[in-house]
């Protein structure tokens, strides 16, 4: 049985510190534009990985397309249109295969980064909003965002992600916070990695036990003010260390 096809845009971002929203990356694609952001990349090797999976796909019915551009320059590709089932159908390996080809995927319909793709700079995620991302945010963006967590949600939770697969998360608690900073030190490695949950030093906030960004895994009575949280996002998002006043509890091995 035929499966409805989602469209998705690959493209390359450039090696530069150059803000890269999606939507303005597309639309001057769609103009015949190289958007600031871009570079040209070659296209083999990922039309050679959609020609064995859209072998495999067919058989089961499944509806496959794709178009280079330009077409008579596949090693000098501005962007590869596809037309698949939609990822969340599609198997880990053909995900894998396409990680490692280092591209964005840029979902149409959606009008967003595929998830487990890099942004150009930074993506911001709020707990009941996951499928709205905000883009490249700024230090002075994070104010307003941060202030959008309500403790009334089922999931009070912000997380900051940047293109080396690296990120700060926070989880509310009765008008304080439970933070995490995460190094991921082999992108598209998850076991090379170490992630650190924050307290003060002199451990003034270990109070009431609160469940941790993904309820359920673990407990912790590590929480920080407001302030202190946003520091240590704008710290991440300016591409600061982790701010050592405070104190850092490696949690890996709780996360293996």
Known sequence: MSQT????????????????????????????ELHPTLQVFDARLLLQLLSRTATRGRSRGEEWD???????????????????????????????SLLRLGLAVYAEQEAQIVRAFPPKLNRFLLGQNMHRHHYDVTASDLPVLLSQIHPDWSDPFAILEDYRDRFVQCYAHR???????RENFTPKNDDNFDQWIASYPDGTTTEEAVHHVEPGRHKTTELLRFGDVLGVFQAFVRGKPRPMKYRWRSIKKELQ
């Not at 690959?10 to 510190?17: P, Q, R």
């Not at 008579?72 to 159908?89: D, I, K, T, W, Y």
């Not at 008008?175 to 900073?181: A, I, M, N, R, S």
Request: net charge positive.
């Open 5 to 32: 096809s989602t469209t998705y845009y690959l493209w390359k971002w450039a090696d530069n510190d150059l803000p890269g929203k999606p939507t303005d990356v597309f639309a001057a694609l769609m103009r015949g």
């Open 66 to 96: 794709w178009q280079v551009e330009p077409a008579s320059s596949p090693e000098q590709a501005r962007f590869v249109f596809l037309a698949c089932p939609g990822f969340r159908n599609l198997k880990n390996s053909f995900y894998r």
């Open 175 to 181: 008008g304080k916070f439970c933070l995490e900073w």
